[in-house]
């Protein structure tokens, strides 16, 4: 190899290496071996796709856990895919057909997915390529698509066999309407995260006999072309004389009537009276089903009102809403509005449109007895839910499941296996194209419009990319999967679902462990959308983006100008300066540390950027071991004996971390691995061990040939186990590093195929750990002195130190060469202090240390310093308290401002501490 560059530059090395394993095979899983099998099946990102955060965190957590494996032993198998994403992919190729004058409808059907197809093969491998940027370690020779052949065949099973058992069935229920996408929704397809302010409209029916009247309210005015009743709750005194009456509808001929139902109407809130649309409201739906009631749709596909609102009908739903208060105004009917705040649910791919619940004839899963498995199989702890707080809402969604409404108004996706007869008009179901009616024996049949929901064939992800319904040897070797690793936002939508399919078509769980990861947000804790300006890209943060670079990405997203205008300023404030160059390994670093929050994930920029520097870190690590070792050390084979106290410590350190990176690893506490890693590396490694015996290499092998030879020896073990534990999570810089340290007769080619570091018990010492951090304490109490009070580092310092324990005494003794150099000071061991005027008296778990400072700074002068600096704190402690304390604020502040004042204020009486102290020690000088 060539010799490192002078700094840590991943540009230079990320593209190499991944070529390098993917050549080798590494990836690759055997169908068949004698290792315990390991197997993830990728969450497939949808085919139009670009990497986002949410994505790289997964797949860092997953590369992770792979590698680890891997490494482990482990025949593990990292599946890849995409989903063919129906209703995101058909807008992409309809947005072309537009460009080009077009439309879907005028080229036909098969021309529209011939299209779509020749798309995804020049597009669909994009998401690929940016996987592999971040080294994701997965099979690329069994990539899956949702819509590849076997997939298609294995969904056809599926919606066949479900059908045969009742469980799948046609029905007119009420579902989620895009009209943009002029198509029925999943639940998972409908965003309602942003409450809007809204109005409460409300208006007096007529009773038709002319005995008065009875007044609702609704948000949505022009539903009233829908309503089939008015309903109260039966034990309401001031309706039980009109229960049974009607009311005249005040556009249409349509009377109406009361009816009394306890579970829709509530005394207490409003009127006690609601109108009931049972076509376009769930819990009218509920109540017209319980009552007999009409069902009137009064929506066209595009949104618009359809013949069944008379003069109205052509009008936009807004339009109809705003003539339908004026009318009702104008006729004497208009009761008065107020404020309503709500949430109504927006179509994910058209943001600005307010999906409509509307009945409509679709088809359905009925998913309760598939639902009661998969929860029984939860709670006999078959697959594990981590973290176990979301097991409840699991629980809560499984016990409350309604059916699956899985029929698309789409053409790109899997078409219904349903043929319907135009003689008999009965459907026959098949996974082939039947040649005639099964009932009839017609063969004038046409085909089901419809494609199934995107979510239909995700679900059996888990089995079908392992071969099913073939009983195939990589699914007997794979099945059920290890884990299952993804966002808690589709615990419901995906996960659930999976295990509902998996239980029911292979009799046992798709996977063992469910992990959970947290949402990533900006680092003010806002939601990332485009819209916002706050996205930020994994490729910017690997390769660097500048602003204007940031704005042209922004520009793509083709935003109307205002809001264009407010995102360009969200970035220049967030991005003042572009995003830097940080690397993959840094990234994967970051994002690994933050598993610990398992909600949501504020991401820092600065913290990439602080993993970078990490990164650095251990590559002047290396370079510095390169030095120490030269051109002809033979490398030792396994851990050196220990000849002094720095070797056994760190030894021993070493140990105790690999013991506490394997649990981690195990329990699947990753920010816990992270943290011990770093803690070990830059602390305790680079930190002390480094700068401990730096001497005896600058020294050199003549002067003590046996004490140069145990700091090489030590110090090669050390650094090559740390590369080794390190990897999973930085594969990168680790196997770059890990290639030009002298290689042993037994190292394999790459250090993803070495074996993973495991934990010596022999070499954990506890002794040594207490005395060399009686060490730390010393020097790190002595350090503290000087940078407190300022102190020059030309100022040698004077030290007396007591022990608190005899055997610690000999040890100490030993190493007071490293002690003063380390704190540049004199230091002597004493067995009594006395408190001497001018004296620094410091508190130390090991004993007692007194520092002379008497001539080196002005007591009454440093006293006066943080007297000010306490005064001022008080006021900022004073203020935080005024505001948390302030209802008004703690009530209608973001979640994420309190939380941020709360932060202030006990950073700010931390600092107090700190400077009582410091006041109290200079109280003592006096």
Not at 112 to 138: C, D, H, M, P, T
Request: proline letters at 5%; aromatic letters at 8%.
């Amino acid at each position: 190899m060539s010799p490192l560059a002078s700094a840590f530059e991943p540009a230079q090395i990320e593209d190499k290496w991944y070529k390098f394993w993917e050549e080798k095979g590494y990836f690759h899983a055997e169908e068949k071996s004698d290792k315990p099998p390991y197997c993830i099946v990728i969450p497939p990102p949808n085919v139009t796709g670009a990497l986002h955060m949410g994505h790289a965190l997964t797949l860092t957590i997953q590369d992770l856990l792979i590698r680890y494996k891997r490494m482990c032993g482990y025949n593990t198998l990292w599946l890849p895919g995409t989903d063919h994403a129906g209703i995101a992919t058909q807008m992409v190729v309809e947005r072309q057909l537009a460009k080009e004058g077009t439309n879907r409808h005028e080229i036909g059907r098969e021309k529209f997915v011939e299209r779509v197809w020749e798309w995804k093969k020049k597009y669909g491998n994009r998401i690929k390529e940016q996987q592999k940027r971040l080294g994701a370690s997965v099979d690329w020779e069994r990539e899956r698509f949702t819509m590849d052949e076997g997939l298609s065949r294995a969904v056809r099973e599926v919606f066949v066999k479900l059908y045969e058992e009742g469980l799948i069935f046609r029905d007119t229920r009420l579902i989620n309407w895009c009209t943009s996408c002029q198509s029925a929704l999943s639940d998972l397809e409908v965003d309602r995260e942003e409450p809007e302010k809204g109005e409460l409209w409300s208006f007096a029916y007529q009773l038709v006999d002319g005995s008065g009247e009875i007044v609702v309210a609704t948000t949505r005015p022009e539903t009233i072309f829908g309503d089939t009743a008015v309903c109260v709750h039966p034990d309401d005194e001031r309706y039980k004389a009109m229960i049974g009456k009607l009311v005249q509808h005040p556009f249409l001929k349509r009377q109406i009537p009361i009816i009394a139902d306890p579970e829709l109407a509530d005394m207490e809130l409003g009127t006690g009276a609601v109108k009931v649309t049972p076509a376009h409201d769930p819990n009218d739906f509920a109540c017209g089903k319980r009552n007999n009631l009409e069902f009137i749709n009064i929506l066209n596909p595009d949104g618009t009102l359809n013949e069944e609102c008379g003069d109205f009908a052509g009008l936009t739903t807004v339009k109809a809403r705003q003539r339908v208060k004026d009318e009702l105004e104008a006729r004497g009917l208009a009761r008065g509005s107020k404020e309503h705040i709500y949430a109504p649910g927006r179509c994910q791919r058209h943001p600005k449109t307010v999906v409509e619940p509307m009945i409509s004839t679709q088809w359905f899963v009925n998913t309760e007895s598939l639902a009661r498995e998969a929860l029984k199989a939860v709670e006999e702890g078959k697959t594990e839910i981590i973290p176990a707080e979301w097991v409840k809402t699991y629980y809560h969604w499984l016990e409350n499941i309604q059916p699956w409404c899985i029929s698309r108004q789409l053409w790109w996706g899997h078409r219904i296996p349903a043929w319907y007869c135009d003689d008999c008009h009965k459907e026959t179901v098949a996974v082939e194209a039947p040649t005639a009616c099964k009932h009839c024996g017609s063969h004038n049949l046409h085909q089901d419009e419809d494609v199934l929901d995107t979510w239909f064939s995700s679900a059996l992800w888990p089995f079908s990319t392992l071969g099913w319904p073939e009983n195939t040897q990589l699914l007997k070797t794979f099945y059920p999967t290890s884990v299952l690793e993804t966002g808690y936002d589709i615990l419901f939508f995906w996960v659930a679902r999976m295990m509902m399919m998996g239980i029911h078509f292979m009799g046992d769980v798709p996977f063992k462990q469910v992990l959970l990861h947290a949402m990533v947000r900006d680092e003010r804790g806002k939601k990332m959308s485009k819209a916002t300006g706050n996205v930020i890209d994994p490729l910017d943060v690997i390769d660097g983006s500048d602003l204007d670079n940031l704005y042209h990405k922004l520009e793509g997203y083709n935003l109307p100008p205002a809001e264009l205008k407010r995102a360009k300023a969200a970035q220049e404030q967030l991005f003042p300066e572009g995003i830097p160059a940080c690397g993959a390994d840094a990234m994967r670093f970051t994002l690994a540390a933050y598993t610990a929050q398992t909600k949501d994930i504020h991401l820092s920029i600065k913290r990439i950027e602080g993993y970078r520097k990490f990164g650095n870190k251990i590559w002047q690590l290396t370079r510095f071991l390169l030095n120490t070792l030269g051109e002809n050390y033979t490398p030792v084979t396994s851990a050196p004996e220990p000849k002094t106290l720095p070797a056994k410590w760190i030894l021993s350190r070493l140990s105790n971390m690999l013991k506490v990176v394997a649990a981690g690893m195990d329990e699947v506490k990753i920010s816990e691995v992270t943290m011990a890693i770093y803690q070990f590396i830059w602390n305790e490694l680079c930190d002390w061990y480094v700068e401990t015996i730096k001497p005896v290499i600058q020294a050199g092998e003549a002067a003590d040939p046996e004490a140069f030879k145990n700091a090489q020896d030590t110090l090669y073990y050390v650094v090559e186990t740390a590369l080794r534990t390190l990897h999973p999570i930085m594969p990168f810089i680790t196997e770059e590093l890990w290639q030009n340290i002298p290689r042993r007769a037994d190292m394999p080619e790459s250090i993803m195929i070495s074996p993973y570091p495991v934990a010596a018990e022999h070499l954990i010492d506890s002794a040594a750990e207490e005395q060399f951090g009686a060490l730390m304490q010393i020097v790190t109490a002595i350090r503290a002195v000087r940078s407190d009070y300022t102190i020059s580092p030309k100022v040698r310092l004077s030290a007396k130190v007591r022990l608190s324990k005899a055997n610690l005494a000999a040890a100490l003794n030993e190493q007071v060469s490293s002690i003063m150099r380390l704190s540049n000071a004199d230091v002597t061991f004493v067995d009594e202090l006395h408190h001497e005027s001018g004296n620094l008296a410091i508190v130390v778990n090991c004993g007692e240390i007194s520092v002379s400072l008497a001539g080196l700074i002005n007591v009454e002068a440093e006293k006066a310093k943080v007297d000010k600096e306490l005064t001022k704190l008080e006021k900022d402690i004073a203020r935080f308290n005024g505001k948390l304390s302030n209802p008004s604020f703690k009530d209608r502040a973001p979640a994420e401002v309190v939380a941020a004042e709360e932060t202030k204020l006990a950073e700010a009486l931390e600092m107090k501490k700190g400077l009582e102290a410091s006041l109290k020690r200079l109280n003592e000088l006096a």
